[in-house]
C-alpha cells in the first residue's frame, strides 16, 4: 500500500512559479514509477509528468509542459517534486500525484496507476 499527500499548491501569477511535493507512506517507493496528472474545471484528467523507478529514473512529460516543468524524486524522502516554471493561465488544475507499480507503461496512462493523492490546486493568474 502507499499513500499519497500532495502540498505546494496555491495562487501565483502568469510567469511565476510553484513546486509541487509528493510525500509516501510505504516502504516501497523507489520501487514504483511516479506521476503528475492534473484536471481542469470541465475537463478530464490529463497526464503532465512522470519518473520511473529506480535511481536512474527516466522522465516524461506532456508536450504542453516540456521545457517548463521538472519531475524530479527523493527516494529518501519518499518524496516526488513537480517543479512548474513560466505559469500560464492554462496550467491553472487540481494537481494529482499518483504511483505505478514497476513495469507499468506507458506512464502517460492513467490507468496504470494503482495509487492516487487527493489533489492539490494551483491557480495561475493572467
Known amino acids: 500500500q502507499v499513500q499519497l499527500v500532495e502540498s505546494g499548491g496555491g495562487l501565483v501569477q502568469a510567469g511565476g512559479s510553484l513546486r509541487l511535493s509528493c510525500a509516501a507512506s510505504?516502504?516501497?517507493?523507489?520501487?514504483?514509477?511516479m506521476g503528475w496528472f492534473r484536471q481542469a474545471p470541465g475537463k478530464e484528467r490529463e497526464f503532465v509528468a512522470a519518473i520511473s523507478w529506480g535511481a536512474g529514473g527516466g522522465t516524461y512529460y506532456a508536450d504542453s509542459v516540456k521545457g517548463r516543468f521538472t519531475i524530479s524524486r527523493n527516494n529518501g524522502k519518499k518524496t516526488v517534486y513537480l517543479q512548474m516554471n513560466s505559469l500560464k493561465p492554462e496550467d491553472t488544475a487540481v494537481y494529482y500525484c499518483?504511483?505505478?507499480?514497476?513495469?507499468?507503461?506507458?506512464?502517460?496512462?492513467?490507468?496504470?496507476?494503482?495509487?492516487w493523492g487527493q489533489g492539490t490546486q494551483v491557480t495561475v493568474s493572467s
Open positions: 499518483a504511483a505505478a507499480a514497476a513495469g507499468s507503461w506507458p506512464l502517460g496512462n492513467e490507468r496504470h496507476y494503482d495509487y
Open positions: 510505504g516502504r516501497t517507493f523507489s520501487s514504483y514509477n
